[in-house]
């Protein structure tokens, strides 16, 4: 029987003036769209990282977990169909999946 592995992105993440510009309220309501979908698909933030004091390219960095391809495809789609989430900010995303042998040490787990 084959495994299924869950997928591991890393996302950084710029925020632009565009997004700032809105009013509070259409943050608020950008925010809630943005992770109501992203729950819907089983998606889990880790981590959330702070990186602004220390580097000019990217403000955050996301740990995120997800349950497969499909369901990173499918909020891919709705960020740039829906949400238009270029105009807010720039961002680079990393796929992978967790690796367990003699090296890691324990972190996110394969649940």
Known sequence: MVEKKRI???????????????????????????????????YKLHFMIDCSESNDKWQFIGIEEWPNMESIKEISKFHEEELDVSKYGEYKTYLGTLVYDEYTQEGITNK
């Open 8 to 42: 591991i992105r890393i996302m950084f993440t710029k925020i632009k003036d565009t997004y700032y510009a809105l009013s509070e309220e259409e943050q608020q309501e950008f925010m809630r769209k943005d992770r109501e979908k992203m729950e819907s698909l089983g």
